[in-house]
């Protein structure tokens, strides 16, 4: 992994698990064990998710502008095909009182949140040389 993508992902890491143990600790003192699963469960989601977007891009950054494009919505229609099945296979196979279902929609929110900010906060520290259109780099 290029040293981009291990500032970004090692930025991003930090503040998603720091806000996954709080939602963890605290789902489970107010939900008690079905909110602990919630909580993990969202946990698990967010960050394969993401480790997915990671890695894509590593992929894509040596192809040309198409090839990348379309390899970004592939990954953003799998994953959202994945979500849809997984949150069906949740509803179907499960009962409310093992997963609560508030704490997984809690949880997933505010930790896709901290990723984010984590990945912008990073990104913006990093120092970028792109050639602008017309100068002779």
Do not use: C
């Not at 500032?7 to 991003?12: D, G, I, M, Q, S």
């Not at 143990?21 to 003192?29: D, E, K, Q, R, W």
């Not at 909110?35 to 469960?41: D, H, P």
């Not at 990104?123 to 780099?137: N, Q, T």
């Amino acid at each position: 992994m290029s040293s981009n993508e291990s500032k970004l992902l090692r930025a991003a890491f930090i503040p998603t698990f720091l806000t996954s143990g709080f939602a963890i600790l605290i789902s489970t003192f107010v939900k008690g064990f079905p909110g602990f699963l919630g909580a993990v469960l969202a946990q698990f989601v967010v960050i394969i998710f993401f480790i997915i977007h990671i890695a894509v891009s590593r992929m894509t950054r040596n192809l040309d502008p198409i090839s990348t494009m379309a390899m970004a919505l592939f990954s953003y229609f799998a994953k959202l095909f994945a979500l849809g099945l997984l949150l069906w296979a949740i509803a179907k196979y499960t009962d409310r009182s093992t997963i609560d279902r508030t704490t997984f929609g809690i949880t997933a929110v505010a930790l896709t949140v901290a990723w984010l900010w984590g990945e912008i906060a990073s990104f913006m520290k990093l120092r970028l040389h792109l050639p602008l259109p017309g100068s002779k780099e």
